[in-house]
């Protein structure tokens, strides 16, 4: 067990709906991560936040916006849903920027 | 452009022999190194890193070695138990600039081993 918590585990939608993905970080980790992978693409990195504020962006597309609270948990809205984004999702955390990100079990969006 | 590569996509040992996974680079930007091992249905586990000033860094049975000139990093474990059968995944990230980590992973080698 990582100690980062994501849910919903599985979530089946239809397209043209929205959801919202949540993570709790490691007690301690200031910095959150959103990963997708799928089948074609393998992991790929979507947005880091840090105590609030977001750090980087990564190929992720505009019907995606992610944000994190001040109790340093973060959510991943995904809106406009196409079959194309179907995939896991993960969510990472790490203390710092510069040490190592711990994931959590993943959510698996699929989208009908 | 696949910047993180893992050209074997699966690799068999012994059990209690060496295994060694290779993990090739383009990005010379790249600063920040991890190996990852994952189960099916579970998220990567961290396994050990290295920092671009070092070429080693060892954990127990895990050591990481990076070649900056050949931008080649491998993992080599020893000895190989059955449990190590996961895909490992290569990770890299470019210098960590106003705090931000980005991590870019290669496709993956399966790892079986055999008793």
């Known amino acids: 067990d990582s100690g980062v918590t994501q849910t919903p585990k599985h979530l089946i939608t239809a397209t043209g709906q929205r959801v919202t993905l949540r993570c709790s970080p490691r007690s301690g980790d200031l910095s959150v991560y959103w990963y997708q992978q799928s089948l074609d693409q393998g992991l790929q990195f979507l947005i880091q936040?840090?105590?609030?504020?977001?750090?980087a962006k990564g190929n992720i597309l505009e019907r995606f916006s992610a944000q994190q609270f001040p109790d340093l948990h973060s959510e991943l809205n995904l809106s406009s849903l196409e079959l194309g984004d179907s995939a896991l999702y993960f969510c990472?955390?790490?203390?710092?920027?510069?040490?190592?990100?711990?994931f959590g079990q993943g959510t698996r969006l699929t989208v009908v | 452009d696949q910047q993180v590569k893992q050209n074997s996509p699966s690799l068999s040992v012994q059990e209690g022999r060496i295994s060694i996974l290779n993990c090739d680079y383009t990005n010379s930007m790249f600063d920040y190194f991890l190996w990852y091992k994952k189960y099916p249905a579970e998220g990567p586990t961290f396994l050990i890193s290295i920092s671009s000033i070092k070429d080693k860094n060892e954990d127990g049975r895990f050591t990481v070695f990076l070649n900056k000139s050949a931008k080649h990093l491998s993992l080599h474990i020893v000895p190989s138990q059955p449990g190590d059968s996961a895909v490992y995944f290569c990770a890299a990230s470019p210098m960590i600039i106003q705090g931000a980590q980005k991590l870019v992973f290669g496709q993956g080698t399966r790892l079986t081993i055999n008793p």
């Open positions: 936040y840090y105590n609030g504020e977001e750090r």
């Open positions: 990472a955390s790490s203390v710092r920027t510069d040490t190592e990100a711990f």
